[in-house]
């Protein structure tokens, strides 16, 4: 019964999947792994993290990358604007 796993982003908690310090192990009666605090786990890092603390993983980092905003018009290279006319 892996009810936890499930729970995880129900709760508002975050998800291990999406964390650059989870880790899935050869281990099958611990199968994820927290590399930001060293542990292994039968259900997903941050379910253990909520039961032994009661407050959300505080490590957990995006792995996704973040969508940078294209400049309105023209390209610019560290501000400067590379609109040049030859």
């Known amino acids: 019964m892996?009810?936890?796993a499930s729970d995880a982003g129900k709760s508002?908690?975050?998800d291990c999947k999406q964390c650059v310090y989870f880790a899935v192990t050869w281990d099958q009666d611990?199968?994820?792994r927290c590399n930001a605090m060293g542990f292994y786990?039968?259900?997903l890092?941050?379910?253990e993290v909520f039961i032994a603390d009661g407050r959300h993983c505080l490590a957990f980092q995006d792995k996704r990358p973040v969508e940078k905003k294209q400049p309105a018009s023209g390209a610019s290279?560290?501000?400067k604007?590379?609109?040049i006319e030859c």
Do not use: H, I, Q, W
């Open 45 to 47: 890092p941050s379910v």
């Open 77 to 79: 290279y560290r501000g």
């Open 41 to 43: 786990s039968r259900e």
């Open 30 to 32: 611990f199968p994820y």
């Open 12 to 14: 508002g908690g975050p």
């Open 81 to 83: 604007n590379l609109d």
């Open 2 to 4: 892996n009810t936890g």
